[in-house]
């Protein structure tokens, strides 16, 4: 137990290379996804198997019904007491089940690309719910990579988990990487940069289908891109507002700036 608990800490996290799945979405998500468990933990309080020959019963995903998925993929599975459970878990309501998952190991050689792809980067952002809303909105809009810049929250957190709602199975996902490295890469790869700031041009008035494909700059809050984005750019888009609003929230700013991208390809 006291292993798990360490999964609270980024230190823990990192030490391990591992991190907490919590709730019954999220290690659903995890089990179809073929995330690397480790191990489950679950509430006494599960109620018994479903028969594996009732179709009716898998219909509707329960705690049971995870359990029978972890043993056919042999994880081991651990039953708990409540208190136990509310000692190992980071919410105060805790859910019936937890799972403890490997982190998955990527480099720049498994960012794989197209000439329509949008590389996302995210640079020192802070909020653990920002992060995780953007990681959710760039899986809708088809992102299928993303890469961390140093200083940015740490992606296993579990309150970016829990915004994430289990996209990050779904995505690949580089951390800890420098802007300078992350510039490089995308000289290398042919990628327009393209950075968001207040001083760059309406997004609704730039042809994005020229300059594609594109790695998408959304920098920290309070600051904005690091200074040699703003030194690479190829290009620097805003988002027109009205009575006299500086500046949106980053995660609505992402939303925005990636489902315009997407439409001007004609979603594809």
Not at 44 to 49: G, N, P, Q, R, T
Not at 63 to 80: G, M, S, T
Not at 208 to 228: C, D, H
Not at 230 to 250: C, G, R, Y
Request: proline share 3%; glycine share 4%; aromatic share 8%.
């Amino acid at each position: 137990m006291k292993h798990v608990v360490s999964l609270h800490t980024n230190k823990g996290r990192k030490e391990a290379d591992q991190f907490l799945v919590e709730g019954k979405r999220f290690v659903q998500e995890a089990l179809q996804r073929n995330a690397k468990i480790v191990r489950i933990y679950y509430c006494s309080d599960i109620k018994e198997l479903p028969d594996e020959n009732s179709n009716s019963s898998k219909q509707c995903v329960s705690e049971a019904y995870l359990l029978e998925q972890a043993y056919k993929k042999q994880i081991p599975v651990e039953e708990v007491t409540e208190a136990v459970m509310r000692k190992i878990s980071t919410t105060k309501e805790p859910q019936r089940i937890l799972a403890i998952s490997m982190k998955r190991q990527l480099e720049w050689i498994d960012i794989d690309f197209d000439n329509k792809e949008i590389l996302l980067i995210i640079d020192e952002i802070q909020d653990p719910g920002n992060l995780g809303t953007i990681l959710r909105t760039a899986l809708a809009a088809g992102v299928r990579n993303i890469i961390l810049t140093k200083g940015t929250v740490d992606v296993y957190n579990t309150k970016v988990l829990r915004s994430s709602m289990g996209s990050i199975f779904s995505l690949k996902i580089l951390t800890d990487k420098t802007p300078e490295e992350i510039t490089n890469f995308c000289r290398s790869n042919n990628f327009s940069l393209t950075i968001s700031t207040m001083e760059g041009n309406s997004i609704y008035q730039e042809n994005i289908s020229e300059n594609i494909p594109l790695a998408l700059v959304m920098g920290n809050e309070a600051f904005g891109p690091a200074k040699i984005f703003h030194q690479q750019a190829d290009k620097k888009l805003s988002i027109p507002m009205f009575n006299t609003v500086e500046s949106l929230n980053v995660a609505i700013a992402a939303g925005i700036f990636l489902f315009e991208i997407r439409r001007q390809l004609g979603f594809l």
